[in-house]
Nanobody
Framework: QVQLVESGGGLVQPGGSLRLSCAASGNIFSIYGMGWYRQAPGKEREWVARVTNDGTTNYVDSVMGRFTASRDKAKNTVSLQMNSLKPDDTAVYYC?????????????????WGQGTQVTVSS
């Protein structure tokens, strides 16, 4: 019931910057949090950043101070500004939305994912 589309990935040199964007559609009123995950080749998917419904942000320690997540509820988007990029940041980045669907006794939590955008940091 929620669709997510990421954009902004690409190739950047170490120390460079990149901005990822994610647009949500569908039952956007069900979304209470949005964020970003990433998955490098041969590794498990890793949580990167989250923006809660009240605007609070959280980051994994490895990107804190370099990445900034922001959410625009009016435009139904979430972005990830990535600065001082390192080769270890190379991964497919996924947008995530946390939702509460249904009503009353039949309400349930659900996560929705975009299809990912490739970020490659290399000289």
């Amino acid at each position: 019931q929620v669709q997510l589309v990421e954009s902004g990935g690409g190739l950047v040199q170490p120390g460079g910057s990149l901005r990822l964007s994610c647009a949500a559609s569908g039952n956007i009123f069900s979304i209470y949090g949005m964020g970003w995950y990433r998955q490098a080749p041969g590794k498990e998917r890793e949580w990167v950043a989250r923006v809660t419904n009240d605007g609070t942000t959280n980051y994994v320690d490895s990107v804190m101070g370099r990445f900034t997540a922001s959410r625009d509820k009016a435009k139904n988007t979430v972005s990830l500004q990535m600065n001082s990029l390192k080769p270890d940041d190379t991964a497919v980045y996924y947008c995530d939305a946390n939702s509460v669907l249904g009503t009353g006794m039949v309400a349930y939590e659900a996560d929705f994912w975009g299809q990912g955008t490739q970020v490659t940091v290399s000289s």
